[in-house]
């Protein structure tokens, strides 16, 4: 960390210059928009759907993230298989199977070509997105159609991402979460907002940016939060231009850990979050303090962050929202725009003149 980084992050000026779109004001509205997209998803209307007997989430990128959260909880939540397909293909189709392709732009090219798929099935299906041509397909097909007004990037609408599919899943019977739950969590997102926001004099997330800076960040994920881990290395690599890789306990404790642990091995320039949570099992809590302990022993840098939350969403939500703050500030210290995207444009435009 660097004397004056986290005097830096306090600096207007530099946000001004660095973030000239106000890419914080985004981050600042996912508890607003969670709250409309949970509604939207109870508000949707769909006639004569049954509870599926499988339920697949297509999507790519930031329009994946919540599915992932979604079949996440799911996993520990229903006995009906949820499953998140980032791809072109899907697996075979049955009058049983339920579909949920999201689309950002609606126009993301994998998720049309399962469009297609789907179109050509007896599968149950809804399209979710701002508008592009899934709506406009949608709309041929006769698919019921969820449509959303969001200004910023895909990787800034979580809460729709989120709160969509699970509502429409605990309307399908699906899933049971209820309205007490939901509730929790978004206060919890309005404290996560309160607390990494610009106007915390002591943001968890600036400290965390500024220990970060000039360094690989390695996101290890507890149990639940392995989802909030790939969320922080995808956001650190879009937002601040920095590679960033994911792990998750226990899974790293059976692999990754014996080369990390020993102190001969070479890492730099890696530093290591360990993602934390009240809910995350007792035995894999263990195994995070002991994994820190056993690493800082080898010499290696290590955090252990627990954004807190009651409920496994609860926890994958707040560790989002730390991430997220994260991400911000460590685009400021590297002085990158955050909402720039200029290579991942690039890649699309030449993906689309290859058609």
Not at 21 to 32: C, H, I, M, V
Not at 150 to 169: E, K, N, Q, S
Not at 201 to 225: C, F, K, Q, T, Y
Request: proline share 6%; charged share 20%; with cysteine.
């Amino acid at each position: 960390m660097t004397p004056d980084a986290i005097a830096r992050l306090s600096d207007a000026a530099l946000r001004a210059r660095v973030d000239p779109s106000g890419f914080d004001r985004l981050l600042q509205g996912l508890p607003a928009q969670a709250r409309s997209a949970w509604q939207l998803g109870l508000d949707a209307p769909f006639e004569g759907f049954t509870t599926p007997s499988r339920v697949l989430l297509v999507g790519l990128g930031g329009s994946a993230i919540g599915a992932d959260v979604a079949a996440t909880l799911a996993s520990d939540l229903c006995e009906i298989p949820v499953r998140v397909v980032r791809n072109y293909h899907l697996p075979p189709l049955t009058p049983e199977t339920l579909v949920i392709l999201s689309s950002f732009s609606g126009d993301t090219e994998e998720t049309l070509a399962a469009f297609d798929t789907v179109a050509a099935s007896d599968a149950q299906a809804i399209a979710v997105t701002t508008g592009g041509r899934l709506a406009a397909r949608a709309r041929r097909h006769g698919m019921p159609l969820i449509i959303y007004a969001w200004d910023g990037a895909p990787r800034t609408g979580l809460g729709f991402g989120v709160f969509i599919p699970l509502a429409l899943l605990r309307r399908l019977g699906v899933m049971v979460i209820s309205d007490a739950e939901v509730q929790a969590a978004f206060e919890t997102l309005d404290r996560c907002t309160a607390e990494y926001g610009p106007a915390s004099e002591h943001s968890r997330a600036r400290h965390l940016a500024a220990w970060l800076e000039g360094s690989v960040p390695a996101i290890i994920g507890a149990d639940m939060l392995e989802v909030a881990a790939r969320r922080w290395a995808g956001e650190i690599s879009e937002n601040a231009k920095q590679p960033a890789a994911s792990y998750a306990i226990p899974e790293f404790n059976h692999n990754q850990f014996e080369a990390v642990a020993r102190p001969e091995t070479r890492v730099e320039p890696l530093r290591f979050v360990l993602l934390d949570a009240p809910p995350v099992h007792p035995r894999n809590r263990l195994r995070v303090t002991q994994t820190a302990e056993m690493m800082q022993q080898a010499g290696r840098h290590v955090e252990i962050a627990d954004a807190g939350g009651e409920t496994p969403l609860e926890a994958i939500l707040a560790s989002c929202a730390l991430g997220s703050w994260t991400s911000y500030y460590l685009s400021l210290l590297r002085e990158v725009d955050p909402a720039s995207m200029t290579v991942m444009d690039q890649l699309k435009r030449t993906l689309a003149q290859e058609q």
